[in-house]
């Protein structure tokens, strides 16, 4: 498997704000969930140096111990109104899930809560207490100068957040805000916010464009420009940003970091999140990454780099909701890449940048017959291997033409060498960067997987080609039928 991530490694330095990073975020909704071995694992074998976890899993933070990697631990929302009303249990919870394991493990910052005013306003009052509770039982324990202590918000409490020079925080969590406020400015901590322009994007009557959400990039006259300051903006992020910074400079706080706990797309969602796909969840994060390592900042804040933590390691299958709720992972739980991010651009310092890794994917709107009639001729004359598409194989499921024809277009064009006009399939058929492969079917092209080049000489039915391709069906009712055992035997023979 080709490594997905060495991009967590690198920092670039910003004088007064720390280190510019990408973080990723550990979700633990999901159906076997890899060992804490297993995931300090693959951190580690993709590079990655900053991780959030939503509790103190004691096994997870053993695992973590001595490797380096730099780690959020969270209070849960459950436990916020104990600790919020009581300096005698903060302590307590502090010395059994902080002090306990430091400093083997790296824990340079305490999350209580998440999203508390938008999620959980009933432990709102209790807040700034929680905060303050957690932070004087780091002061007592002489930790308090390694280990920031904040809360994340979600970006939804910045009311009006364009034009971002005329955002603010909602008003009624002033008597929250203010004091907050005050008190990660005393402690050098970070406003810690969660930015998700897919949302923004997803917005009912949303007159968001999909490139400004995505990072693409735009002409002049298609940017966003604040009239009141006259600053442009290329993406939706940078302005939730700035939109934060002058919510707080409304509120006369002008020099509080901030850390973007959570940021992302999904790679799949249901009829109603047809935006939801691996391209658009492959090009906004590697959009993203550049723009934080590269040190762009915000037009606000030029130069002065947003650390961010992606949302999030794996594919949560158990979260209930969307379909878009299980579908946010860079892996699934069998450490398999959901997609391989593209960061050409990015600098010389991504060693693993693969960029240049094509796969050949059926179109999204391509009509059915013509899908089957590319898997028949991929199966046949193209003498593609078809045997993972059997009932009972690795890439059987999901069982329809669609998935079906993808890996068998695919394996042709890569043991074609990615020739010119062996992708196209009368059109029903593209090439992307984007990996197709998912859960144990690993398709052709992808990481170490090898493809053996044919020693035939047939092309596959190109927009151009007089065959019609339309061979004999060997595929039913998204089945593979006999005829295609028989194609497969046949193949072999032949070569």
């Not at 695992?63 to 959020?72: D, K, M, R, Y």
């Not at 970006?155 to 955002?167: G, M, N, R, T």
């Not at 799949?268 to 900042?297: F, M």
Request: glycine share 6%; charged share 10%.
């Amino acid at each position: 498997m080709a490594l997905l991530l060495t991009i967590f490694l690198l920092a670039m330095y910003v004088p007064s704000y720390g280190d510019a990073f990408v973080g990723v975020n550990i979700g633990t909704d999901v159906t076997n969930m890899p060992s804490p071995t297993e995931v300090v694992a693959l951190l580690k074998a993709q590079g990655i140096q900053h991780v959030r976890l939503y509790d103190t899993d004691r096994a997870m933070l053993r695992a973590l111990a001595n490797t380096g990697i730099s780690v959020i631990v969270s209070v849960p929302n459950d436990l916020l109104l104990g600790i919020g009303q009581s300096n005698a249990t903060a302590a307590n919870w502090v010395a059994h899930n902080v002090i306990a394991h430091v400093p083997a493990t790296n824990i340079t910052t305490i999350a209580v809560g998440s999203e508390v005013l938008t999620t959980l306003p009933n432990a709102a009052p209790v807040l700034v207490s929680a905060l303050k509770f957690i932070q004087a039982a780091l002061v007592a324990a002489n930790l308090d100068q390694q280990i920031k202590v904040s809360t994340p918000h979600s970006s939804s409490v910045i009311l009006d957040s364009f034009p971002p020079s005329q955002a603010f925080f909602n008003k009624t969590w002033d008597p929250v805000m203010v004091p907050l406020l005050k008190f990660l400015q005393s402690t050098g901590s970070y406003l810690m916010l969660n930015v998700y322009p897919y949302y923004d994007y997803m917005k009912p009557n949303s007159v968001v464009p999909l490139d400004y959400a995505l990072f693409r990039p735009l002409p002049t006259n298609k940017e966003a420009i604040d009239s009141n300051t006259l600053l442009h903006y290329t993406n939706v992020f940078d302005a939730v940003v700035d939109a934060a910074y002058f919510a707080m400079s409304y509120l006369k706080f002008t020099n509080i970091p901030i850390l973007v706990t959570e940021s992302g797309w999904p790679s799949k969602g249901d009829s109603s999140e047809p935006d939801a796909t691996i391209d658009n969840a492959n090009t906004y994060n590697s959009n993203l990454i550049r723009h934080v390592v590269n040190n762009s900042g915000t037009p606000k804040q030029p130069g002065v780099t947003i650390s961010t933590y992606i949302y999030e390691l794996y594919n949560e299958d158990l979260r209930s909701g969307p379909v878009s709720e299980n579908n946010w992972g860079l892996f699934y739980a069998n450490g398999a890449p959901v997609y391989t991010l593209h960061l050409t651009g990015s600098g010389n310092v991504f060693t693993n940048d693969t960029t240049n890794q094509t796969f050949c994917v059926a179109k999204s709107n391509a009509d059915s017959k013509m899908l089957q009639a590319a898997l028949d001729w991929a199966c046949g004359p193209g003498k593609v291997d078809c045997s993972p598409l059997l009932q009972g194989q690795e890439c059987y499921e999901p069982n329809n033409v669609a998935a079906h024809a993808t890996y068998a277009i695919n394996a042709y064009y890569q043991q074609m060498a990615k020739s010119a006009g062996t992708c196209d399939f009368k059109g029903v058929a593209s090439v992307t960067t984007s990996d197709p492969s998912h859960g144990s079917c690993i398709f052709p092209g992808s990481g170490g997987k090898k493809v053996s080049s044919t020693n035939g000489t047939a092309l596959a039915p190109s927009s151009n080609s007089t065959n019609s391709g339309c061979l004999s069906q060997y595929y039913n009712d998204g089945s593979l039928t006999s005829y295609v055992i028989l194609a497969l035997i046949l193949t072999v023979v032949v070569m």
